[in-house]
């Protein structure tokens, strides 16, 4: 239509992440309560970031744009997160400043067991 006013932005992170599981250390074991449902980490994101942009204007609009973006850059971060396994193989999880978002949440599936 005459004021049909499009914008899409794409963000695509490649990331690597190290995490360290505090309640895997040998002097641990059997000192923490519900230690085979609860799992808590910390570790460090690395990565990079693919950023673009584009806007489509309605016809006859000749104001300026103020919504473009093109380029990459790194994306690197310290991440604290928790795992809790309802049963063996299924669980939940929460993680912060993954380099995914501020704070993500999901499920958790255990194919070793």
């Given at each position: 239509g005459l004021y049909t006013w499009k914008y899409?932005?794409?963000y695509i992170?490649?990331?690597?992440?190290?995490?360290f599981h505090p309640f895997n250390l040998p002097s641990l074991i059997g000192k923490i309560p519900h230690r085979d449902k609860w799992d808590a980490y910390g570790g460090l994101t690395l990565g990079?970031?693919?950023?673009?942009?584009?806007?489509?204007?309605p016809q006859g609009y000749s104001g300026s744009s103020?919504?473009?973006?093109?380029?990459s850059y790194f994306v690197g971060?310290?991440?604290?997160?928790?795992?809790y396994y309802?049963?063996?193989k299924f669980g939940v999880y929460a993680e912060e400043g993954?380099?995914?978002?501020?704070?993500?949440?999901?499920?958790v599936y255990n194919?070793?067991?």
């Amino acid at each position: 239509g005459l004021y049909t006013w499009k914008y899409t932005y794409t963000y695509i992170p490649l990331m690597f992440r190290g995490v360290f599981h505090p309640f895997n250390l040998p002097s641990l074991i059997g000192k923490i309560p519900h230690r085979d449902k609860w799992d808590a980490y910390g570790g460090l994101t690395l990565g990079w970031a693919i950023v673009s942009s584009s806007e489509t204007v309605p016809q006859g609009y000749s104001g300026s744009s103020y919504y473009t973006t093109e380029g990459s850059y790194f994306v690197g971060g310290l991440l604290l997160g928790t795992r809790y396994y309802f049963t063996k193989k299924f669980g939940v999880y929460a993680e912060e400043g993954s380099g995914f978002g501020w704070f993500n949440i999901g499920g958790v599936y255990n194919f070793k067991i």
